[in-house]
Antibody, heavy 122, light 107 residues
Framework: EVQLVESGGGLVQPGGSLRLSCAASGFTFSSYAMSWVRQAPGKGLEWVSA????????YYADSVKGRFTISRDNSKNTLYLQMNSLRAEDTAVYYCAKDFQRQLTTFLIDYWGQGTLVTVSS | DIQMTQSPSSLSASVGDRVTITCRAS??????LGWYQQKPGKAPKRLIY???SLQSGVPSRFSGSGSGTEFTLTISSLQPEDFATYYC?????????FGQGTKVEIK
């Protein structure tokens, strides 16, 4: 059974940093691209970033480019999102998500974690 | 970037009603579209992929159709557990883009 468990969310001041983690199990982690998707309170879903299975290719939404860094440790089956220069508009639940297709980055999500809340406020 | 326009943003329906939700892409995306259901406080769940393929375990009252720029999600007979928010996702090109969502409420 695929399981994705996010951690690392919390309250941070504007301009601060936070690192999210996602522990994956139930599938061959290194074979699948992974994404982060966020949802601001009461709003819709916004794709944030993705990384290929090997970690060699990364992708970002314009809204976070230059501030967020996605990475993965395939030996630990863990996905990360380093968030710097945080703004109030980054406040959201952040979901870790698995790509549908083995060995390809399709951006089509088939499994989601339960999410971790990031609140940016002074 | 490809933009996705989802409509309606909300609808009220009764149990047993047929419900249709539409997503339009600003340019052709072949059939690279998925549909997701999200209930309050929960993670989204995939219903449909490749525009019309039903995810394993999803009831057959859900169906998807379309190709190119216009896509629909249909619930043939609305059940109490179907009241939720539905999103489309285009994954034809980077960056992937979700529709704005359709909230299906009880009439």
């Amino acid at each position: 059974e695929v399981q994705l468990v996010e951690s690392g969310g919390g309250l941070v001041q504007p301009g601060g940093s936070l690192r999210l983690s996602c522990a994956a199990s139930g599938f061959t982690f290194s074979s699948y691209a992974m994404s982060w998707v966020r949802q601001a309170p009461g709003k819709g879903l916004e794709w944030v970033s993705a990384i290929s299975g090997s970690g060699g290719s990364t992708y970002y939404a314009d809204s976070v480019k230059g501030r967020f860094t996605i990475s993965r440790d395939n030996s630990k089956n863990t996905l990360y999102l380093q968030m710097n220069s945080l703004r109030a508009e980054d406040t959201a639940v952040y979901y870790c998500a698995k790509d549908f297709q083995r060995q390809l980055t399709t951006f089509l999500i088939d499994y989601w974690g339960q999410g971790t809340l990031v609140t940016v406020s002074s | 970037d490809i933009q996705m326009t989802q409509s309606p943003s909300s609808l009220s329906a009764s149990v047993g009603d047929r419900v249709t939700i539409t997503c339009r892409a600003s340019q052709g995306i072949r059939n690279d579209l998925g549909w997701y259901q999200q209930k309050p406080g929960k993670a989204p769940k995939r219903l449909i992929y490749a525009a019309s393929s039903l995810q394993s375990g999803v009831p057959s009252r859900f169906s998807g159709s379309g190709s190119g720029t216009e896509f629909t999600l249909t619930i043939s007979s609305l059940q109490p557990e179907d009241f939720a928010t539905y999103y489309c996702l285009q994954h034809n090109s980077y960056p992937p883009k979700f529709g704005q969502g359709t909230k299906v409420e009880i009439k």
